[in-house]
């Protein structure tokens, strides 16, 4: 047998197994395709094709043209999470799913704007998306192994997402907002909806004690700077609700500055242009400061342990300068001693798990036994656990004794 293929086989099967996190995934962007075909099916909804092969020939692309033509996908996924019981089914199979490949704790991406309908208000969504995790959560944790310490339970978080900006088109909700605000400025109408959302979500997380573990915001960074949403996030440092943000996703690292400076996230959403030069296009910033603007910029990142929530595939399949996996940055975030975690960002769009990404990360940047420890380290350390820090502490601690268990039996 193949030496190589072997010792892959090996640690494909050790990464399958510890105990791994995921901290950036869209919901609806990881919806199983069989149940896109049978729930649009069921709602008489449109769709490119009604089998799997072919919604991932059409849909669900390898590679991409682009961000735009990567999120014209979520209009085949979004009309069928109009309702309590798709979402909650939704929630409950994605929950399953990050459970079978060893996923153990999950921050996943809400964005509820984009369900509210005359059917359901923003309770009901969220009740709804917790009341499917929470099931396969109650299901998991009952299980022999989990109850009796072997290997730790599963456990999540949700984050909530405002949108960095919206046109008619991209739900009933934000089409009725854009009406009644008709007369307001575009800037204007997006803060009032992000600050309305952050204030929503707060009193539904104390009202029915969910584990609604932070705030964030999405949507293309081209002409939508972060600080028209500095009020939201201004609220949810007030209330003390944790936050994170897309930056250096499609806009260079200008927009991280900004991000820190007005919105002052705990962790960074992709970060991928952060080491882009070239992207900088402040005109007084000259070419030899450009190098010490990074540096600096970086340095304080590091120094804050500001967790980057990097995204291989994702970034690859909408980044065109991205060519191969070892162009992405990540060597750079690992030389500069930035704290980052490996996510999905979209499990059906980027036909991904953690496992894969994972295994990407170690077989293009060649990390050593102790890099892998400190990533995924880094990535439950650096979660918006829902428990209290004692609590996290605990389950970390579960977390990293199960990895080196299985990292001495190898």
């Known amino acids: 047998m193949n030496t190589k293929n072997t010792k892959l086989e090996k640690l494909h099967e050790f990464i399958t197994k510890i105990p791994k996190s995921d901290l950036h995934v869209h919901l609806d962007g990881s919806v199983r395709i069989p149940t896109i075909i049978e729930l649009s099916k069921a709602a008489n909804l449109p769709l490119p094709s009604y089998t799997e092969n072919g919604m991932n020939e059409l849909v669900f692309k390898d590679h991409y043209a682009s961000l735009f033509e990567y999120l014209e996908g979520f209009k085949h996924i979004l009309p069928i999470m109009q309702t309590p019981e798709n979402l909650e089914r939704i929630s409950y199979e994605f929950a399953l799913d990050n ?11 809400l964005a509820p704007h984009l369900h509210i309908n005359a059917n359901q208000d923003i309770d009901t969504i969220i009740l709804s998306v917790n009341k499917g995790l929470n099931r396969a959560k109650m299901e998991y944790n009952q299980r022999p192994e989990v109850k009796s ?23 009933k909700f934000l089409d ?9 400025i575009s800037e204007t109408v997006y803060s009032m909806a992000s600050y309305e959302l952050v204030k929503n979500c707060i009193q539904i997380k104390e009202k029915y004690a969910l584990p609604i573990v932070a705030f964030d915001l999405v949507g293309s960074e081209a002409q939508n700077p972060p600080q028209h949403h500095k009020a939201a996030y201004d609220y949810a440092l007030q209330n003390l609700l944790p936050t994170t ?3 250096g996703e499609a806009a260079g690292p200008e927009n991280i500055f900004t991000a820190l400076l007005e919105l002052h996230p705990e ?5 991928t242009l952060l080491f882009a030069k070239n992207q900088i296009l402040d005109q007084k910033i000259t070419e030899q400061n450009k190098e010490e603007y990074i540096k600096r910029l970086v340095q304080y990142i590091a120094a804050k342990r500001i967790t980057i929530e990097v995204c291989l595939t994702s970034n690859l399949q909408t980044l065109p300068f991205i060519k191969k996996i070892k162009d992405h940055p990540l060597a750079q975030m690992l030389n500069a001693n930035l704290s980052t975690a490996i996510c999905t960002d979209n499990r059906t769009f980027s036909k991904t798990s953690v496992t894969k990404e994972l295994m ?16 995924i380290a880094y990535s439950f350390k650096r979660s918006f656990y829902p428990g209290t820090y004692a609590e996290k502490r605990n389950y970390v601690k579960k977390v990293m004794a199960r990895y080196e268990l299985l990292a001495n039996n190898e």
């Open 149 to 171: 310490g072997e290997v730790p339970e599963f456990n999540y978080g949700i984050i909530i997402c405002a949108m960095r900006f919206f046109t008619k088109g991209f739900s």
């Open 360 to 375: 990407l990360a170690i077989q293009n940047f060649d990390l050593s036994n102790s890099a892998i420890k400190d990533i």
């Open 176 to 184: 009725a907002f854009l009406d009644e605000h008709k007369y307001s």
């Open 245 to 247: 943000v897309h930056a």
């Open 99 to 109: 459970i079978n490949e060893g996923v153990c704790y999950v921050e996943v991406k």
């Open 267 to 271: 962790r960074i959403g992709h970060g």
